[in-house]
């Protein structure tokens, strides 16, 4: 099963607790964090009118463009400890398996904040933390953190009402979802 087929009930979720005027979209401009070569970009643009990808490696924003490229997509080449301005404000802010990317924890806090200075109001946050052992994820050149953890940095930084789905399996790789809106 494809993981945005495993987070279409949290979207639902997000819909009852978080009410947002119902139309086609759920969300106007959703920004995808570590986008890669935009494996998400047809979900994402199913449930949100504008999307923008942004990854550190350029050649999967080149990827991602030549697949997808179209007027409701931009793509950015950033790293999410240091997003750039131009972006603008989100409604919402989806990640997956790209937070535990940002290994050292003054970037990590770092990225928690700018997050919140991305999104609307009434923003939300989506994410998917890919719940593999310390040693896969060092080779990965990643960090092992809890949902516990994820939750008390984003709530320093004004997220709240977090809806978390622990142990959501897509085929052999198990992860944690995290949703939160900005309050």
């Known amino acids: ?10 979207i639902a979720d997000m819909r009852r607790v978080w009410p947002r005027p ?7 401009r959703v920004l995808d964090l570590g986008c890669g070569s935009g494996r998400f970009i047809p979900f994402l643009l199913s449930i949100a009118n504008e999307y ?3 990854d550190h490696a350029d050649q999967a924003i080149k990827v991602a463009d030549t697949r997808f490229g179209c007027p409701e997509t931009t793509f950015f080449q950033a790293v999410i400890s240091d997003l750039p301005r131009e972006l603008g404000k989100f409604d919402l802010i989806w990640s997956c398996a790209a937070m535990q990317h940002v290994v050292d924890p003054a970037d990590f806090e770092r ?14 946050f989506l994410l998917l933390h890919e719940n593999s052992t310390p040693a896969q994820l060092g080779r ?8 516990h953890l ?11 009402n977090f809806l978390v789905r622990s142990g959501v399996r897509d085929g052999d790789d198990t992860y944690s979802i995290i949703a939160a809106v900005l309050r």
Do not use: I
């Open 22 to 28: 119902q139309d086609e979209h759920f969300f106007n």
């Open 1 to 10: 099963m494809a993981v945005w087929e495993l987070v279409k009930p949290l």
């Open 111 to 124: 990225a928690c904040d700018q997050l919140a200075d991305r999104a609307h109001g009434d923003g939300a």
């Open 150 to 160: 994820y939750m008390a940095l984003l709530k320093k930084t004004g997220w709240a």
């Open 140 to 147: 990965n050149h990643c960090q092992p953190r809890s949902p």
């Open 52 to 54: 923008v990808g942004v």
